[in-house]
T-cell receptor
Framework: AQSVTQLGSHVSVSEGALVLLRCNYS??????LFWYVQYPNQGLQLLLK??????LVKGINGFEAEFKKSETSFHLTKPSAHMSDAAEYFC???????????????FGTGTQLKVEL | DGGITQSPKYLFRKEGQNVTLSCEQN?????MYWYRQDPGQGLRLIYY???????QKGDIAEGYSVSREKKESFPLTVTSAQKNPTAFYLC?????????????FGPGTRLLVL
């Protein structure tokens, strides 16, 4: 079964500093990978996703993530944090069709990002 | 504007009561999902539907029921058999059934037990 590990349930950075949110997955084959953001009492919004092709994926709001097969990782980064980035971030995976995954997503437990002045 | 609507925003349930959460989408998406979110646990899949009149259990379906009579609607009923229903419930939809598909989320319903 798929699993997703997000290291650090809470991450705090200063405004203007690098944001790094970690995501590792377990899968027998490279899965499809997603990062979502959730603001308080709201639904989730897609930041970016990796399916095939280029392993460095650029998303909205200046975020990007790199798929590293050898490390089974898909860490999310942003060069310079802004106060508006304060939110909860979820990493999710789905199995490719040949693994019978259909369109079921498995989510990590989330990382709460705090941005300080 | 296209999107997913969930109602109500807050819902209170009494002991032994069934309650129904509404989810409507006007995106013409085939697939719809229900997730439960608890603090520190991420999202867990309750039910999903890939096509009208068909749905499958997710990881935590016990105590819940769904229907999919129309493409745009996927209501979730929390039955009295669900002993710990307090949570944030999120509905989502995707254009198709493929594993690459992006799931689009509604604003959520918070269920509280009186």
């Amino acid at each position: 079964a798929q699993s997703v590990t997000q290291l650090g349930s809470h991450v705090s950075v200063s405004e203007g500093a690098l944001v790094l949110l970690r995501c590792n997955y377990s899968s027998s084959v490279p899965p499809y990978l997603f990062w979502y953001v959730q603001y308080p009492n709201q639904g989730l919004q897609l930041l970016l996703k990796y399916t095939t092709g280029a392993t460095l994926v650029k998303g909205i709001n200046g975020f990007e993530a790199e798929f590293k097969k050898s490390e089974t990782s898909f860490h999310l980064t942003k060069p310079s944090a802004h106060m508006s980035d304060a939110a909860e971030y979820f990493c999710a995976v789905s199995d490719p069709p040949w693994e019978g995954g259909g369109n079921k997503l498995t989510f990590g437990t989330g990382t709460q990002l705090k941005v300080e002045l | 504007d296209g999107g997913i609507t969930q109602s109500p925003k807050y819902l209170f349930r009494k002991e032994g009561q069934n309650v129904t959460l509404s989810c409507e989408q006007n995106l013409n998406h085939d697939a719809m999902y229900w997730y439960r979110q608890d603090p520190g646990q991420g999202l867990r899949l309750i039910y999903y539907s890939q096509i009208v009149n068909d749905f499958q259990k997710g990881d935590i379906a016990e105590g819940y029921s769904v229907s999919r009579e129309k493409k745009e609607s996927f209501p979730l009923t929390v039955t009295s058999a669900q002993k710990n229903p307090t949570a944030f419930y999120l509905c989502a939809s995707s254009p198709g059934q493929g594993a690459k598909e992006t799931q689009y989320f509604g604003p959520g319903t918070r269920l509280l037990v009186l």
